[in-house]
């Protein structure tokens, strides 16, 4: 029998002298004291880096995968000349990287503004996937928020612009000059539009605004992106119909180069990143306005003045004289794309109102068609005034299309072709039987 005094007050069986219970009667045991360890967070939430390192690692990484084949192909050309150094290599890649992003070299031959577009893509993409990481680490993502990738993309922008001035002042030479004021706002401009691309799709933004455009707005849009790149893809696929109708000019021209195979290969692989540049031109010749190849001169559908040209592989594929004969159809390509994306935005409005059992209004399809032809004027312009620029002084200071006579064109040509194409899908499309 147990005695209890009275400085012990009595407690019932099963509970522990801290007033937890224990679960059985008996005696109490006591827990285990724990080792000591670090602190843990009970917050859920891990432990992110600060956004300036963040954007800064982010942004060099981009940096770095963007120029490292710039440098290859580049040094492969210049390293096969027995006066080429690395550090000189390495220069003239850091030069043909800032060629990428819009920034003109200064060079003996005169200014070299002609920007490679696939290189373009290269490092808009590498900048993306930077916005991307950038935002994972402010702990934004799929917060449906525009903030947070406003952010994201102004640290990676400041981040990369550093970047370019950088790289500009260890381009300059005495044969070769850059601005690094240039440098750096150019890269500020291509690093924080990019970035933002990135940081939105991770955040989910996009998502939620697009729920407070109007529908037939958002169809016109979607509508003007498909003519755009329907008619950038026949562009491609002209400009590689004639390249390859010229190879053998181009085979001679590349041979021309006594620069060994590596030199050569790299030659191939410049060319290779004008092609886009190509594929815009291509477009503009199919449309009627053309482009240039020089001061004073005009390769249209029905005008081809050209003088005496570089030795470019890429140029071999210049047409001859003015379209006659078969060749003529292809004036007909871009009506019939703008008919193909009112065909394709009738087809999903109809659709669309036999799920609601509602009647597709005439107002409501043209006035959508219609809107398809500015957006893909504006897109095909902005593509033309980034593939235009110089190579060198004189005749050549003006190569590429005039860009507001591209858009002009593209924006009429679609929007014909886009009513066209609605309102006879609308017309022969049988509407569906409503039940009740």
């Given at each position: 029998?147990?005695?209890?005094t009275p400085?012990?007050?009595r407690?019932?069986?099963?509970v522990?002298?801290?007033?937890?219970?224990?679960?059985?009667?008996?005696p109490?045991s006591?827990p285990?004291?724990?080792?000591?360890?670090?602190?843990?967070?009970?917050?859920?939430r891990?432990?992110?880096?600060?956004?300036?390192?963040a954007?800064?690692v982010?942004?060099g990484?981009?940096?770095?995968?963007?120029?490292?084949p710039?440098?290859?192909?580049?040094?492969s050309i210049?390293l096969?000349?027995?006066?080429?150094?690395?550090?000189?290599?390495?220069r003239?890649?850091?030069?043909?990287?800032?060629l990428?992003?819009?920034?003109?070299l200064?060079?003996d031959?005169?200014?070299?503004?002609?920007?490679?577009?696939?290189?373009?893509?290269?490092v808009?993409?590498?900048?993306?996937?930077?916005?991307v990481?950038?935002?994972r680490?402010?702990?934004a993502?799929?917060?449906?928020?525009?903030?947070p990738?406003?952010?994201?993309?102004?640290?990676?922008g400041?981040g990369?612009?550093?970047?370019?001035?950088?790289?500009?002042?260890?381009a300059?030479?005495?044969?070769?000059?850059?601005s690094?004021?240039r440098?750096?706002?150019n890269?500020a401009?291509?690093?924080?539009?990019?970035?933002l691309?990135?940081?939105?799709?991770?955040?989910?933004a996009?998502?939620?605004?697009l729920?407070?455009?109007?529908?037939?707005?958002h169809d016109?849009?979607?509508?003007?992106?498909?003519?755009?790149?329907?008619l950038?893809g026949?562009?491609?696929?002209a400009?590689?119909?004639?390249?390859?109708?010229?190879?053998?000019?181009?085979?001679?021209?590349?041979?021309?180069?006594r620069?060994g195979?590596?030199?050569?290969?790299?030659?191939t692989?410049?060319?290779?990143?004008y092609t886009?540049?190509?594929?815009?031109?291509a477009?503009?010749?199919?449309?009627?306005?053309?482009?240039a190849v020089?001061?004073?001169?005009a390769?249209?559908t029905?005008?081809?003045?050209?003088?005496?040209?570089?030795?470019v592989?890429?140029?071999?594929?210049l047409?001859?004289?003015?379209?006659?004969?078969?060749?003529a159809l292809?004036l007909?390509?871009?009506?019939?794309?703008?008919?193909?994306?009112g065909?394709?935005l009738?087809?999903?409005?109809l659709?669309?109102?036999?799920?609601?059992?509602t009647?597709?209004?005439?107002g409501?399809l043209?006035?959508?068609?219609?809107l398809?032809?500015?957006?893909?004027?504006?897109?095909?312009g902005?593509?033309?005034?980034?593939?235009?620029?110089?190579?060198?002084g004189?005749r050549l200071?003006?190569?590429?299309?005039?860009?507001w006579?591209v858009a002009?064109?593209?924006t009429?040509?679609?929007?014909?072709?886009a009513l066209l194409?609605?309102?006879?899908?609308?017309?022969?499309?049988?509407?569906?039987?409503?039940?009740?």
């Open positions: 029998m147990t005695s209890i400085d012990q007050p407690r019932p069986a099963g522990d002298p801290d007033d937890r219970p224990t679960g059985r009667a008996g109490v006591r285990r004291p724990r080792r000591p360890g670090p602190p843990h967070r009970t917050d859920g891990r432990r992110r880096a600060p956004l300036a390192v954007a800064v982010a942004a990484w981009a940096a770095l995968t963007s120029y490292l710039v440098a290859v192909v580049l040094g210049q096969s000349e027995d006066a080429a150094s690395v550090t000189g290599a390495l003239t890649g850091l030069a043909g990287w800032l990428g992003h819009g920034v003109p200064d060079s031959a005169g200014p070299l503004g002609l920007t490679p577009l696939a290189l373009t893509a290269l808009v993409w590498r900048l993306t996937r930077a916005g990481h950038t935002t680490a402010l702990g993502r799929g917060s449906g928020e525009v903030r990738a406003l952010v994201a993309a102004g640290a990676v400041l990369y612009a550093l970047l370019g001035v950088l790289a500009a002042v260890g300059d030479t005495d044969g070769m000059r850059l690094p004021l440098a750096g706002v890269l401009l291509v690093g924080m539009a990019a970035a691309v990135g940081a939105l799709r991770t955040t989910g996009p998502a939620v605004l729920r407070r455009v109007p529908t037939a707005l016109g849009v979607r509508t003007g992106l498909v003519a755009g790149l329907l950038a026949a562009g491609a696929g400009a590689g119909l004639a390249v390859a109708t010229g190879g053998g000019d181009a085979a001679d021209m590349i041979g021309a180069y620069t195979v590596a030199g050569q290969a790299g030659i692989v410049v060319s290779l990143a886009p540049n190509a594929a815009i031109w477009t503009s010749y199919l449309l009627g306005p053309g482009f020089g001061t004073d001169t390769v249209r029905s005008e081809v003045s050209v003088g005496a040209l570089p030795a592989p890429l140029l071999a594929g047409p001859r004289g003015p379209v006659d004969g078969v060749g292809l007909a390509v871009p009506l019939l794309i703008g008919m193909a994306a065909w394709l009738a087809r999903r409005l659709r669309s109102a036999a799920d609601d059992r009647p597709l209004a005439w409501s043209l006035g959508t068609a219609a398809a032809g500015p957006v893909a004027g504006l897109l095909v902005a593509a033309a005034a980034l593939s235009g620029g110089s190579l060198g004189g200071a003006e190569v590429g299309p005039v860009a006579q002009a064109v593209a009429a040509v679609v929007t014909v072709g194409g609605a309102a006879a899908t609308r017309a022969f499309t049988r509407p569906p039987t409503l039940r009740p």
